[in-house]
């Protein structure tokens, strides 16, 4: 079986294509990535019948791939522990080369934002660490360059490390110094692996992974919620406040514990969504809020030993430049680089968003469920088949859709606040994991709340007769009369409603518990759906 997507357009659909193979996408040049072959401007997912494969299976598998480049030519890279073979084409070196071997762990890799977010540190810091005197202009231009490319995704290829790896980041802090020392001596003329341009003293000067770590999944962080999730946001939130105009004409029977209550608008119930949107893209800004001070600058443990005291404010304020986010250096290092208090709040806020999503979808789904022997009291659009034996029928799958998002969301906000507790001392040790668990959840959250808007929460139309039909049918109406005949006649009034069938109307005007035209007045369900009436118990 051999599929292809030709023609992938626009970075979104790169990111959600990355998302749902597992994968990362090089815009640039053909690599293979375990038995995915990505090519320039297009994607082939090929794969053929096989036995089960195993955990083992598919470790062993990752080793092997990773271990033979597609030239099987090798260059001897040395570090302080001694000689490794790396791939002779790799950018990458010998650091990233031992993480490979050292953390076959999953098909996990850190997230493309995060990529990107350090190779806008490691621009910014060349330029920086050049006006303060401490590089030389030619090493810093090509740092610069090479970083660049790091930044637009032309050299993601070159970062194979395994989320679950050391748990400050250092794998992926070196795996990028050396992309871009090689990237960089190549640009001077030199060949990879010389360290023409070294990767620790050149392209890590005046930097620590303990704090450029941390620094990058802020930053990340931060811009993929501006560029993305707060969008995607505003437009479901337009969406929905429209629906509440729409619907404001349109009255039904409100529920509480799933039982019939008092009638409400359509348009009200709406609002209520809208508001919880709203109120989501200002949760989003707080998290931004707590992600905007940074750990560059504190070095290892936060004294800043080996850094330059205005390295970091000047670092962030080329960055917030680049990014339209603000950021700026941390007030206490110690707190910053020891714990992450910021990313398990910043995940808290997205879970929160999550629940409200989830609150949405599944009213959504539950109001237009039937459409003969549910609710129905909206029409939900369309968009595929949803049985394979039921002929005809047709599910709410982008509600369906954003629910499991919910609970995605939900569980990596477990991870993350599991991750937030393991500063021990001086350090947090559980980096990676807590940037990509946020980061999937600020892309899932974006993407799916988009694609609610377009697909489901835009094409919704209201069923006024059937809305109409069951306010007339509840036996919550009797709720209108308590103020005027009491609470226990009002309660009498329902039960024998009920039992005989017949509505609360009906059985009024039988029992004669008040003239027919204040009887109307005060089941007029309109009236219902305004403050103000008679005094007396609403009901709850």
């Not at 292809?4 to 979104?12: H, M, P």
């Not at 395994?162 to 003329?189: C, K, Y």
Request: hydrophobic fraction near 40%.
């Amino acid at each position: 079986m051999h599929m292809k997507l030709s023609a992938i357009k626009g970075e979104g659909s790169r990111r959600l294509l990355a998302f749902i193979t597992g994968i990362r996408i090089d815009r640039e040049v053909g690599t293979i990535h375990n038995r995915y072959l990505v090519e320039a401007g297009c994607l082939s997912l090929s794969w053929r019948p096989q036995r089960v494969r195993t955990l083992t299976d598919e470790v062993d598998s990752m080793k092997n791939v990773q271990k033979k480049p597609e030239t099987g030519a090798t260059r001897i890279e040395r570090d302080t522990m001694g000689e490794l073979a790396v791939p002779a084409n790799a950018y990458y070196g010998v650091q990233t080369a031992r993480a490979i071997e050292n953390f076959p762990i999953s098909p996990l890799r850190m997230p493309r934002s995060v990529i990107r977010a350090m190779g806008m540190i490691k621009r910014a810091a060349a330029s920086v660490n050049h006006s303060l005197g401490l590089l030389d202009k030619k090493l810093a231009d090509a740092i610069k360059q090479a970083a660049t490319e790091v930044i637009d995704g032309k050299l993601d290829a070159e970062f194979p490390v395994d989320i679950f790896q050391t748990g400050s980041g250092t794998s992926t802090n070196m795996n990028t110094n050396e992309v871009i020392s090689n990237r960089a001596t190549e640009l001077l003329g030199g060949p990879r692996g010389s360290k023409l341009v070294h990767p620790n003293d050149h392209v890590n000067l005046g930097q620590s992974s303990n704090d450029v770590i941390p620094t990058a999944i802020h930053i990340a962080a931060s811009e993929t919620i501006q560029q993305q999730l707060i969008p995607s946001l505003t437009r479901l939130h337009k969406n929905l406040e429209r629906k509440a105009k729409e619907f404001d004409k349109v009255v039904k029977i409100g529920r509480t514990h799933l039982q019939d209550a008092t009638p409400v608008r359509l348009g009200q119930e709406f609002g209520g969504y809208a508001r919880q949107i709203e109120l989501g893209i200002a949760r989003m800004k707080r998290a931004q809020d707590a992600l905007g001070e940074v750990a560059l600058g504190g070095t290892a443990v936060g004294t800043g030993l080996n850094c330059h005291p205005d390295f970091s404010s000047k670092v962030m304020t080329i960055i917030s430049k680049g990014t339209g986010c603000l950021f700026k250096e941390a007030a206490n290092h110690f707190e910053a680089q020891s714990t992450q208090d910021s990313l398990v709040e910043a995940s808290g806020e997205l879970r929160t968003l999550a629940v409200s999503l989830m609150k949405i979808a599944n009213d959504v789904r539950w109001l237009g469920s039937g459409p003969r022997c549910g609710l129905g009291e909206i029409s939900l659009p369309e968009t595929q088949p949803g049985s394979s034996i039921m002929p005809g029928k047709v599910n709410p799958v982008i509600a369906e859709s954003v629910t499991m998002v919910c609970a995605q969301v939900i569980g990596n906000d477990v991870t993350v606040t599991v991750g937030g507790q393991a500063g021990n001392f001086e350090l947090i040790v559980m980096l990676p994991v807590m940037a990509y668990n946020l980061l999937q959840s600020i892309e899932l959250l974006a993407t799916a709340s988009n694609n609610f808007a377009a697909k489901c929460i835009e094409g919704i139309k209201a069923n006024e007769a059937r809305c109409n039909s069951l306010i007339e049918e509840s036996l919550a109406m009797c709720t209108a009369l308590a103020p005027e005949i009491g609470y226990e006649a009002a309660a009498k009034l329902a039960k024998d409603a009920y039992k005989s069938g017949k509505t609360v109307r009906a059985m009024a005007r039988e029992q004669r518990v008040l003239p027919e035209k204040r009887l109307n007045e005060l089941l007029d369900p309109w009236r219902m759906t305004e403050p103000g009436g008679p005094v007396g118990s609403a009901g709850g």
